[in-house]
């Protein structure tokens, strides 16, 4: 099936930093949503972003909807240890409790003291 | 809010049995359910959408008579995992959505394992 594509795939930081990734895709998506997954457990929602260009904040996570529909970024603050883990992206194309979501390839995130 | 409960988290089967996987919707009811299969340090891949009280979809490649989908309620969906083979071991994940407008919840997953 259709993958996004992330970038990075893995990001190694030091506590304190600024982290930023995206996702892009060939397609148009009428949602953008960002997850955070750890290690045996399913994926947390983190940001949904529902309006193109649209900025979107959750304590020191911000994500934007790309004008063009087609990307989005996820942009975290102040890295602290608890934030390591992989971060998918997933778009939906329409807004039904049955749409379906394509998911990113994910960001390795690892942060050092 | 939502919460998605899947059971068991873990389950090691031997080779040719068949294993049942549960996913509830504990506190809203849920029309439609989706199955994800991972594999290790690989994204989500959906495998099939449950829809209650019908036949589920499955998304193409994904064999329908091996992997058995039943929802029966607006709160429960099985994914049955037949004639097992290691090939089959992965980590299976169900999610559904609260109403329209609304983020997927995703249950926490069930490591197979099978030997």
């Known amino acids: 099936g259709q993958q996004l594509n992330q970038s990075p795939q893995s990001m190694f930081i030091q506590e304190g930093e600024d982290v930023s990734m995206n996702c892009t895709s060939s397609s148009i998506f009428n949602t953008w949503l960002w997850y955070k997954q750890e290690p045996g457990e399913g994926p947390v929602l983190l940001i949904a972003l529902y309006k193109a260009g649209g900025l979107t904040s959750n304590g020191r996570l911000t994500a934007q909807f790309g004008i063009t529909r087609k990307d989005s970024f996820l942009n975290i603050s102040a890295s602290i240890p608890s934030d390591v883990g992989i971060y998918f992206c997933a778009g939906q194309q329409d807004t039904g409790t049955a749409s379906k979501l394509t998911f990113g390839t994910g960001t390795r995130l690892q942060v050092t003291l | 809010g939502a919460v998605v409960s899947q059971h068991p988290s873990r389950v090691i089967c031997k080779s040719g049995t068949s294993v049942k996987i549960e996913c509830r919707s504990l506190d809203f009811q849920a029309t439609t359910m989706f199955w994800y299969r991972q594999f290790p340090k690989q994204s989500l891949m959906l495998m099939a959408t449950?829809?209650?009280?019908?036949?589920?979809?499955?998304e193409q490649g994904v064999e329908k008579d091996k992997f058995l989908i039943n929802h029966a309620s607006l709160t429960l969906s099985t994914l049955t995992v037949t004639s097992a083979h290691p090939e089959d071991s992965s980590f299976y994940i169900c999610?559904?959505?609260?109403?329209?407008?609304?983020?997927?919840?995703f249950g926490s997953g069930t490591r197979l394992t099978v030997v």
């Open positions: 999610s559904a959505r609260v109403r329209a407008w609304y983020g997927y919840t």
């Open positions: 449950s829809n209650e009280g019908s036949k589920a979809t499955y």
